[in-house]
């Protein structure tokens, strides 16, 4: 099946760095999707990329969805302390909407 | 954004007893939702999709007579964990799709004694 490669595992840096991670497939994505996870609560979508090649912003977050649709970035510009959280990529498996997810890139920011 | 409920948030249990999860959507109907679990530092997995009105489908490796999902209604779906085990000891989250976004419920987080 499809597996989603992210990376870093996790990040410690101080507040007001940027900070980037990304995800890659074995196989292509129609879509990508960029949530956070904060302690002891379900994910909270961020951005969802739905066009190759498409970047989108959120505020301080960029995401772009790889042009070969095997990729995708997220980045996060002049972090504060409440940007701590596990961020994850995920993409549907099929048209219902089962998502594969990331391992994870644990954000820690310093202040 | 739409909203996923789930309760209890957190429960703990003696291992044999079951115990059941649920999870509603509160602004919107939902004809499937989906079951996840995340273990300690690990990412979601998911364990079944859950259909209003018919059986659920479970993902490989998920045992359908461990893990009992109804889908009784359209704005909720029951996990029940039967025969719980300290091994089943987990995050467990339901989402649902109301509108091409899937939306998460905020977790129960199950230990078994």
């Known amino acids: 099946g499809q597996q989603l490669n992210q990376s870093p595992q996790s990040m410690f840096i101080q507040e007001g760095e940027d900070v980037s991670m990304n995800c890659t497939s074995s196989s292509i994505f129609n879509t990508w999707l960029w949530y956070k996870q904060e302690p002891g609560e379900g994910p909270v979508l961020l951005i969802a990329l739905y066009k190759a090649g498409e970047l989108t912003s959120n505020g301080r977050l960029t995401a772009q969805f790889g042009i070969t649709r095997k990729d995708s970035f997220l980045n996060i510009s002049a972090s504060i302390p409440s940007d701590v959280g596990i961020y994850f990529c995920?993409?549907?498996?099929?048209?219902?909407?089962?998502?594969?997810f990331g391992a994870g890139t644990q954000v820690v920011v310093t202040p | 954004g739409a909203v996923v409920s789930q309760h209890p948030s957190r429960v703990i249990c003696k291992s044999g007893t079951s115990v059941k999860i649920e999870c509603r959507s509160l602004d919107f109907q939902a004809t499937t939702m989906f079951w996840y679990r995340q273990f300690p530092k690990q990412s979601l997995m998911l364990m079944a999709t859950s259909n209003e009105g018919s059986k659920a489908t479970y993902e490989q490796g998920v045992e359908k007579d461990k893990f009992l999902i109804n889908h009784a209604s359209l704005t909720l779906s029951t996990l029940t964990v039967t025969s719980a085990h300290p091994e089943d000891s987990s995050f467990y989250i339901c989402s649902a799709r109301p509108d091409g976004t899937q939306y998460f419920g905020p977790g129960t987080r199950l230990l078994v004694l």
């Open positions: 995920a993409g549907p498996t099929d048209s219902w909407g089962k998502l594969q």
